[in-house]
């Protein structure tokens, strides 16, 4: 075990030990540290002890921030979705404890439950057969539409996230926000994001409804399994969607934010069946799902601030590369602006 | 002088796939040796233009500049002045020509930020910064 996980290990059970009162012969297992994620670290553990006279055992992860991310959030939001979820039809990870301010585990952290599936940031264009891939793809969206209809306000989501003012409140919200990361994160000027910005600004689009947005809804973001078919055994090539994944970003706003980042031209390989699934078939499905309209030109702000997004992301790596808190290298967002640029028609 | 910096890091990159990717067995370090490795492939590829890069396009900026003082407010067009009067770096210090280019497209991104979305004060020259960004959009590295 490295001096690393020695150090996770110790902080863990002090901190499992304050949640758990009571609890006897705590014991932690199988601890070690994923390579996915950028921007939390992510230890998958086992854990068990004794409550009276009941052994308890739980498969766990706990996600807690790095030295460096790429991405600036807080674990009290996570937590809260996580925990308002739990009474929705979307599937999530039960969450279990959190340390806000990394008081037990080094750094703000949440515990939850770990979900047995597989990922598969391809799957729509992976090796099932197209039928199963197109169910998929369904599916998929299915879930989108159902995060958007989960009723946040009576889960209290409300006043955790922030609601956004009516109109293009959304718009200004989610610029706002993702301006000032560019300002923090920026190590040198930028012209080409000033042109960026410039135009969103002068396009925000009007919100039809404010729902719960994900921020990052995509495959690689879900634990998949193969269908039980009718007799029990998995059906070839289904695959259901067991949970959805990294609600860090998520807040309220436009639903069409959502919508923005999986027809995003960069994500098409994640979210679109050439000839079968495309930008225009998500959009018309999208419409009969929710019964919300979506223009060209909403889709295509949300498309740019996707990207935007995306190019702030990669500068918060650069950053904290340059100040050696990150272990990845990251340069210039270089073909995210020339996407945003052809975006703008510029 | 051998080796030379593309030598040594086209070998450093070498060593680190032959003899030290083979020994991480564990994915989150293995996952940082391979994009290390990709960084300096990128490094070998690019180091030798960037000295030329930067006084290219600086040399650009400060045309774009000039031309962009009689379209911005005077406080702007004080300090662009200012800025291009003063003299060119030595090229060849890498740290002063890095200075140099960034305060001019500081300049610049300022002059976008005054120009309004779509350049509505000037288009003329709005079309021509944004030409001169698309051309550039790769960065020096």
Redesign the interface.
Known sequence: MSDEAADVEARLRAFLADQLPGAQDLEIANLRRTSSGFSRENWPFDASWRSGDRVERAALIMRRDPVGSVLVTDRREEFAVLRALESSPVPAPRARFLDADGAFLGRPAVVMERVDGDCDWFVVNGERPLGARVAFAHRALELLSAIHAVDWRAAGLGPVLGEPAPGTGAATAALDRWEAELRRQQLEPYPELEVVLGWLRANEPVAQTTALVHGDFKPGNMLLRAEPGAGGGPVEGNVEIVAMLDWETAHLGDPLEDLGWITNPLRRREHQIPGVWERADIARRYEELTGLRVTEADLRFWNVLANFKLAVIVLTGARSFVEGRGDRVFTAPSALVALMFELIGI | MRPTPEEQLRGLREVLERVVAPELH???P???LA??V??LE?LEQCWRTVPAALRDESAELDTLLRDARAAVDRGLADAIAEALAAPAPDWLDPAAAVEHH?AR??L??E???RL???GARAPELWAR??AH??RH???P?
């Open positions: 564990a994915p989150y293995a996952d940082v994009a290390a990709a960084a990128r960034e497209r500081a610049l991104a002059v976008v930020r309004g979305p779509a910064i944004v960004l698309r959009v790769g960065g590295l």
